[in-house]
């Protein structure tokens, strides 16, 4: 006999079950609760995991569904949680940067993918330099204060590392 607890790790929020058994995958341990619901992203259990290790859900009438007919949990969560489809451009970032964690707490629907950049690139410097608002500068590859260095639309860099640059790029020419 099966009895209802523990949720499923996908993030729908639906409670799964007691496995009867163990199995060699390590998917169901006998006596804990199973981690997913059966055709919810699970290897082993329905769910499919693609190369990108992106959550799944086979909907091949879904505006995002892909060639194979398959769209991102995150996708169909935020959704929901809209209650109704994302716009045209929109994109799912994982707050904590694992893709197959689809809590609603764990999702950020961005506007465009140069929104969904930006909270990567900040989140990027918050963990290497512990502040989220410096940038790195393109030649010494060290983060520092924006108000330091000079700023442009692809890149940012220190004036004596660019003229360091220059300097070096000339030599290499033998100029």
Known sequence: ???????????????????????????????????????????????????????????????????????????????????????????????????????PENLVICKNDSYHQILHTRMRALKECGNSNWRKCSNCKKYDDPKSMYINKTTSYHLKCRTEYNKQLIQRRGV
Request: charged residues 25%.
């Open 1 to 103: 006999m099966q009895c209802e607890i523990g949720l499923c790790k996908c993030g729908c929020g639906g409670k799964t079950t007691i496995s009867p058994w163990n199995n060699y995958q390590g998917i169901y341990k006998r006596g804990e609760s199973v981690k997913f619901i059966r055709g919810h992203c699970g290897r082993g259990v329905g769910g499919k995991i693609t190369q990108s290790e992106y959550c799944r859900t086979r909907l091949p009438n879904h505006d995002r569904a892909n060639s194979s007919g398959y769209v991102k949990d995150s996708i169909l969560l935020a959704e929901k949680a809209l209650g109704k489809q994302l716009p045209d451009g929109a994109v799912v970032h994982h707050a904590n940067g694992i893709k197959t964690d689809n809590r």
